[in-house]
């Protein structure tokens, strides 16, 4: 089982980026698939959550509105859209599968740094 993110970089803020989730080894359509990220001496917080077949999406406020979370079940993949990024957005993402979009992620990813800085 494998889920590996890509795409964090440094971005200025109020600028875009994308991350990628792929995955393997189980079947990513029977799971939902969340965004979490943690800041240094922050605890780890869930910032975006797409259903396995995607009609549903979660978002906490704090994010809403900016970021964007779809799949691609053909490839295996979940994508976060990143919008009007801001310095407190910086953090390690990660990505998990859950088979219940409220339930405790089975799989995690090795997270990507974020850094929002000019």
């Known amino acids: 089982v494998q889920l590996v993110e890509s795409g964090g970089g440094l971005v200025q803020p109020g600028g875009s980026l994308g991350l990628s989730c792929a995955a393997s080894?189980?079947?990513?359509?029977?799971?939902?698939v969340k965004w979490y990220r943690q800041a240094p001496g922050k605890e780890r917080e869930l910032v975006a959550g797409?259903?396995?077949?995607?009609?549903?999406?979660i978002y906490p406020d704090a994010v809403k509105g900016r970021f964007t979370i779809s799949r691609d079940n053909g490839k295996n993949t979940v994508y976060l859209q990143m919008n009007s990024l801001k310095p407190v957005d910086t953090a390690v993402y990660y990505c998990?599968?859950?088979?219940?979009?409220?339930?405790?992620?089975?799989?995690w990813g090795q997270g990507t740094q974020v850094t929002v800085s000019s």
């Open positions: 797409i259903a396995n077949v995607g009609a549903i999406t």
């Open positions: 080894g189980f079947t990513f359509s029977s799971y939902a």
């Open positions: 998990c599968a859950d088979k219940r979009l409220w339930g405790t992620c089975d799989y």
